[in-house]
């Protein structure tokens, strides 16, 4: 059948179910990274984020997926960033 037909569309959505859980293991990466650097900064003194580094982060989004990469960027900012507070971890994904 064509990927019009009810089995094309099942393909179709099976491949876009494992890129949604490749997106997942990639944003878990990408909050483990960023929890090391925020230890790092914290560490030294300094804040939990960088307003700079997040406006270039946004930038890159918007640059590759035009104006709505601005929401996904802030979602995934905000999911690395992680909860505020000593002994306060965020959810993980299984492998």
Request: charged content about 30%; aromatic content about 2%; some cysteine.
């Given at each position: ?5 009810p ?21 878990a ?10 230890a ?15 406006e ?8 590759a ?28 994904l299984p492998?």
């Open positions: 059948m064509s990927a019009q037909g089995s094309g569309v099942e393909e179709l959505r099976a491949g876009v179910d494992q890129v949604d859980r490749e997106l997942q293991r990639l944003v990466r990408r909050r483990d990274l960023s929890n090391r650097i925020q790092l900064r914290l560490g030294r003194g300094g804040g939990r984020y960088d307003a700079t580094r997040e270039q982060v946004v930038a890159s989004y918007v640059a997926l035009g104006p709505d990469g601005a929401e996904l960027a802030a979602a995934v900012l905000r999911v690395c960033r992680g909860p505020a507070g000593p002994g306060r971890t965020g959810a993980t492998d």
